[in-house]
């Protein structure tokens, strides 16, 4: 197949929703789930999809099983009656993912949430994929360990959602996104067949390592149920220090320089603007502001190791020191305390100071760290052309690419959102960077994979969709058509 026929390759549609058949099948699935395991009607559609970019529900049906037995009796169900399946986790996502219509079944993993065993010896947890975040990274610290994942919605999202959009988050600089942190996984396919691929072995190179299938497929391709955790022993010390920068040149320096001198120590290297630092330091917001808001850039640097706590700490702060003296940085703070690291973290953590300025639009953004200045540039100039009053306001890990950006302009109409995503979409696309680094596509970004992906990788991905997933009635319409 040559690549320019790759987007016309033949794919079964998606299953159409169809309120009749989801109907008929309520019987049967409050057989296979029990006593409230079935939620109906008024009772799904005012729980929302949750998250600010999910509409409210229209599904009159959402499945809550409470073991894999139960999800995969609700799958053959589904699959034989061709009912589309919507699954939730958290209901965290910015993608639209959460969204189902009338004549649609939701699955929530809920109540599959159990830490089932951490194994402290080989440092590895088995946990269901309902479980949050923050509940996995609870259970690590009771027994001496450490699971790197880390963002914001920790209390609420979970970590079967985690794999399913192979999230990113604060450390991938030091630890890499989900995928690196997951040795197995068991699933559920759309025709309900269990695979149970649970490995517990760092090196296992026997025939295809297929949790990579499902990691980061949003759903598409299969259901994850329960997940086998790569744990890391705990930091004997962290610091944290934000600084504010004169240029981007120095940011770079500082990337690196920092790196260096801590022999890979350093965790987390946050980039924010200054028009997010002002943002988030002054009223309404109520974080404190550390260092003057008339800086270019502003940086939140954490650092974590082993050994004498005190020796890490001077280490930390002699490499700030020298960066200070090189004229890289223009003012430093470091926390001196946890009480202190936390405000510090608060402060980048603030995006939802951006919520109460409407409307705006969220992107999630990855391209070369070189390329970040001009194409920020770029992007505002675009925005004011046509609207001379656009604010524009830019975060992100700046260690691994990833930049989120906000933007405030326009009436908020479909038109005016469509030209605000040519213009942070479309310069993209000459220096190799990508529409989504760690939110996914869902429903929201789908128009623009072939920004990122091009035709021969997409017909790839449609023929692993029609392998796994011939119906089509898993997450229809998620990532394309």
């Not at 995503?421 to 596509?441: F, R």
């Amino acid at each position: 197949m040559r690549p320019h026929e790759a987007q016309t390759l033949a794919i079964a549609p998606a299953a159409v929703p169809d309120p009749e058949a989801v109907a008929h099948l309520r019987p049967k699935l409050a057989e296979v789930l029990g006593a409230g395991g079935l939620l109906l009607d008024a009772d799904v559609r005012e729980r929302g999809s949750g998250g600010r970019y999910n509409p409210p529900l229209r599904a009159s049906v959402l499945a809550r099983p409470a073991n894999t037995a139960e999800l995969a009796g609700v799958m053959r169900l589904c699959h034989e009656a061709r009912v589309p399946v919507v699954v939730h986790g958290g209901m965290t996502g910015l993608v639209n993912a959460c969204e189902a219509e009338d004549g649609t079944v939701v699955v929530s993993l809920e109540r599959m949430n159990r830490i089932e065993r951490v194994d402290a010896v080989q440092r590895v947890a088995i946990v269901q994929a309902g479980a949050t975040l923050q509940s996995v990274q609870e259970a690590a610290q009771a027994v001496g360990l450490f699971f790197p994942l880390d963002l914001g919605a920790r209390g609420s999202c979970s970590v079967g959602g985690n794999a399913s959009t192979n999230a990113g988050g604060n450390r991938v600089i030091r630890y890499g996104m989900m995928r690196d942190m997951i040795l197995g996984l068991e699933v559920v396919l759309a025709d309900g067949t269990v695979l149970e691929s649970l490995n517990t072995l760092i090196k296992n190179n026997t025939g295809y390592d297929l949790k990579h299938v499902f990691i980061g497929a949003e759903g598409t391709l299969g259901i994850i149920t329960r997940l086998s955790l790569r744990l890391r022993e705990s930091a004997a010390w962290r610091q944290l220090a934000l600084v504010s920068l004169p240029d981007f040149e120095a940011v770079q320096r500082t990337l690196r320089a920092v790196d260096r001198g801590l022999g890979g120590g350093m965790s987390a290297f946050e980039v924010m603007w200054p028009e997010y630092y002002r943002l988030v330091t002054e009223p309404p917001a109520t974080n404190r502001r550390p260092l003057p808001a008339d800086a270019a850039f502003y940086v939140l640097i954490e650092a974590e190791g082993g050994g004498d706590v005190l020796a890490g700490r001077e280490r930390f702060e002699s490499v700030i020191g020298e960066c200070l003296e090189a004229g890289d940085l223009v003012d430093a703070a470091i926390a001196q305390n946890e009480r202190e690291a936390q405000d510090f973290w608060a402060i980048r953590d603030d995006v939802r100071q951006m919520w109460r300025i409407q409307p705006i639009q969220g992107f999630d953004v990855s391209l070369p760290i070189a390329e970040m200045p001009a194409y920020i540039d770029g992007v505002r100039a675009r925005l004011r052309a046509r609207w001379p009053e656009s604010r524009l306001f830019v975060l992100g890990h700046l260690g691994d690419g990833n930049l989120h950006v906000t933007v405030n302009a326009g009436s908020g109409s479909d038109d005016e959102k469509f030209a605000i995503e040519q213009m942070v979409y479309e310069p993209l696309l000459p220096i190799g960077g990508a529409v989504s680094a760690e939110h996914g596509i869902g429903l929201m970004k789908k128009a623009w994979l072939p920004a990122s992906r091009k035709p021969a990788e997409i017909a790839a991905m449609r023929r692993m969709k029609m392998a796994f997933d011939p119906l089509g009635i898993l997450n229809p319409g998620r990532i394309f058509d």
